[in-house]
T-cell receptor, first 112, second 115 residues
């Protein structure tokens, strides 16, 4: 089976812009979780989607949002980018009822 | 209560040594404890995971030891190799609607194995 894929792999934006990141889960996985990784804060949970519904949300401002499509692919959007949003954004997928999460390679976002 | 504390922050061992990384948690609702390995420029890769009803689990050269009463768990890497040089993260999660799909990660340990 192909692993979790994320596009794009690298992105450079300027403050105030918005960005959309995409994640394709492992085939058959219906849960997709998103994480932000920074040197200072480590790996932090953003939100989780299952069957097109947000099931859980971390402590991030409303500028961070996401959605999931009927094929389980997910996107996350960050509006009004700030310098502090520069990070590696990771998505992970898991099978229904299973806690094991498999991560993609991430999207490296740099906000200038 | 949602934190997972990981130590040490960094670790250097000689080839063949047994690095040990420790994690502690507070939330007794956690019931799943995975370890991830991350190389630069890559996403975290699942190494091994354990549940609280088991005190030890081995997979190849990787062993998790779990102490439920102390709310601590640790990763041991037997016969470490230079290729094991990476950052290691412990994590925890629990069942239930408030924890679905949510892993709480430790701060990470950067391991260097010298040849």
């Amino acid at each position: 089976k192909a692993g979790v894929t994320q596009t794009p792999r690298y992105l450079i934006k300027t403050r105030g812009q918005q960005v959309t990141l995409s994640c394709s889960p492992i085939s058959g996985h219906r849960s997709v979780s998103w994480y932000q990784q920074t040197p200072g804060q480590g790996l932090q949970f953003l939100f989780e989607y299952f069957s097109e519904t947000q099931r859980n949300k971390g402590n991030f401002p409303g500028r961070f949002s996401g959605r999931q499509f009927s094929n389980s692919r997910s996107e996350m959007n960050v509006s009004t980018l700030e310098l502090g949003d520069s990070a590696l954004y990771l998505c992970a997928s898991s099978s229904t009822g299973i806690q094991t999460q498999y991560f993609g390679p991430g999207t490296r976002l740099l906000v200038l | 209560q949602q934190q997972v504390k990981q130590s040490p922050q960094s670790l250097i061992v000689q080839k063949g040594g047994i690095p040990i990384i420790n994690c502690a948690y507070e939330n007794t609702a956690f019931d799943y404890f995975p370890w991830y390995q991350q190389f630069p420029g890559k996403g975290p890769a699942l190494l091994i995971a354990i549940r609280p009803d088991v005190s030890e689990k081995k997979e190849g050269r990787f062993t998790i030891s779990f102490n439920k009463s102390a709310k601590q768990f640790s990763l041991h890497i037997m016969d470490s190799q230079p290729g094991d040089s990476a950052t290691y993260f412990c994590a925890a999660s629990g069942e239930g609607s408030s924890n679905t799909g949510k892993l709480i990660f430790g701060q990470g340990t950067t391991l260097q194995v010298k040849p």
